[in-house]
């Protein structure tokens, strides 16, 4: 089972406007029409998140927001050792972690996954076992289920929200809980600066933002309620492949 992830009418578009572009028909755009880099749905990692246009008469219970810094920093968090290339047997990761972001947001792995074992996280690496699963002799670690023993479980900048559990049990389960995520263009961009480091990812609220609304019902039902990690934002450079 995967939650549905809401979005507003403005970042669907945009995702529907990119969704089939490749990397460098989509970093082309701005040179005939408007810059979409700017808009709401332009890093949202489309590759993990089943996305669906949010109904105009939902009640939204509860915002999460950096504009609110103590509640976002009491509740939001986007840990740098979960940032990036993480497979399935790394040393550092949350109590069932590849559980709860399987249900919020499943990697499907596709041919630009195929070298991610060379760009794992470095507090989260390990030696991820190579296999050649078609023989050719070009070792891979994604691809074939039945021929591989670690699993990619995510690869973009993952958003953990802790501690809603008793929050949202009281609430109406039909209404949602919106997370405002801000966007380090300098991370996540073309030159990806710092992405693959210690450093602490930015939470300024005067960056743009991509805001997911998950409906509480869907909370409930998750693995874990106190416990959502969320693979929820992609790279400039996701589907550029993964080459030195």
């Excluded at 709860?100 to 076992?129: D, G, K």
């Excluded at 479980?153 to 993952?158: H, M």
């Amino acid at each position: 089972m995967q939650a549905k992830i809401y979005i507003s009418a403005e970042a669907m578009a945009t995702v529907n406007a990119i969704k089939d572009l490749d990397y460098y028909s989509r970093v082309s755009l701005s040179d005939d029409g408007p810059d979409l880099t700017t808009v709401p749905g332009y890093f949202l990692n489309t590759n993990a998140l089943d996305l669906a246009e949010l109904p105009s008469d939902v009640e939204v219970a509860m915002h999460l927001t950096p504009t609110d810094t103590a509640t976002y920093h009491r509740h939001v968090a986007m840990p740098a050792h979960l940032r990036g290339v993480i497979f399935s047997g790394a040393p550092n990761l949350p109590s069932s972690y590849a559980e709860i972001i399987s249900y919020w947001s499943p990697l499907m792995p596709t041919v630009h996954h195929r070298s991610a074992l060379y760009f794992q996280n470095e507090m989260n690496s390990y030696c991820v076992q190579l296999v050649d699963p078609d023989g050719t002799g070009d070792a891979a670690a994604v691809g074939e289920a039945d021929h591989v023993a670690d699993v990619l479980v995510s690869d973009g900048l993952v958003v953990t929200v802790t501690g809603l559990a008793t929050i949202v049990a009281n609430l109406n389960p039909n209404h949602f809980i919106a997370l405002s995520i801000p966007i380090k263009v300098s991370m996540l961009g073309i030159e990806l600066e710092g992405y693959r480091s210690t450093e602490e990812y930015s939470t300024d609220p005067a960056q743009q933002m991509e805001t997911l609304y998950f409906r509480i019902a869907d909370i409930l039902a998750s693995p874990d309620a106190s416990n959502i990690s969320i693979s929820a934002i992609r790279t400039e450079l996701s589907d550029y492949g993964y080459t030195y």
